[in-house]
């Protein structure tokens, strides 16, 4: 267990309307990611933090904005959901981040419906 | 671009064996493997360098072909705990994030 919790768990929303995840980390590890998992794409970088307030784009961060200013948050916003925003959304931590050599541990997860 | 697993899924009884491969079309730094049951979280089982190093996990081993650039998983004498979708990862340079491969569903019957 590496101390991570996301909120809300579960989620349904309408088109248009703003909707913000949260992850939360209790171990103070300095980078933590954004993904979100369909059917036949896998995991998918959202964005990424290395520290507070430094933050980087992933291979599908259109629509969506990020937020650190607390080691141990990580916000995840949709300004405006779309229907294709429906997904699971997973939460990842690592000690070290863009080594190359660090696990990364996941948090539950949070499944987004936009209807 | 997301490293190719194949299969895409298989079928085994207990007691099989089976062998996930993951190929990458640019050189890799490493190869991150994880296990998700359904419903749950990706959880991690093991990391390989570059180097062409094997590594060990209980029954489950992976190696590392550097100059393929790919990597296959191991599974030998599977159990029923084995099922779920196991994903590759790839790390092409020191500071790149993890792309992950679309998943190879296992699924091991009695």
């Known amino acids: 267990d590496a101390g991570i919790t996301q909120s809300p768990r579960h989620k349904v929303t309408e088109t248009g309307t703003p909707v913000t995840l949260r992850c939360h980390q209790t171990?103070?590890?300095?980078?933590m990611y954004w993904y979100r998992q369909d059917p036949g794409h896998g995991l998918r970088l959202i964005h990424y933090s290395y520290g507070v307030k430094d933050t980087d784009k992933g291979e599908v961060s259109d629509g969506y904005s990020v937020s650190r200013s607390k080691t141990e948050d990580f916000l995840l916003t949709l300004e405006s959901a779309t229907s294709s925003q429906t997904s699971v959304y997973f939460c990842?931590?690592?000690?070290?981040?863009?080594?190359?050599?660090?696990?990364?541990?996941f948090g539950p997860g949070t499944r987004l419906l936009v209807l | 671009q997301q490293p190719v697993q194949s299969p895409q899924a298989v079928i085994l009884r207990e007691g099989e064996d089976a062998v996930i491969n993951c190929s990458s079309s640019k050189a890799l730094y490493s190869v991150h493997w994880y296990r998700q049951k359904h419903g749950e979280a990706p959880v991690f089982l093991m990391i390989?360098?570059?180097?062409?190093e094997q590594k060990g996990h209980d029954k489950i081993s992976a190696s590392f072909n550097e100059k393929k650039q790919q990597s296959s998983l191991y599974l030998t004498a599977s159990q029923l705990s084995y099922s779920g979708t196991y994903f590759c990862?790839?790390?092409?340079?020191?500071?790149?994030?993890?792309?992950f491969g679309k998943g190879t569903r296992l699924s091991v019957i009695a």
């Open positions: 390989l360098l570059k180097g062409g």
């Open positions: 990862g790839t790390v092409w340079g020191r500071n790149t994030p993890l792309v």
């Open positions: 990842a931590i690592s000690a070290q981040g863009l080594a190359g050599q660090e696990t990364q541990y």
């Open positions: 171990e103070n590890h300095r980078y």
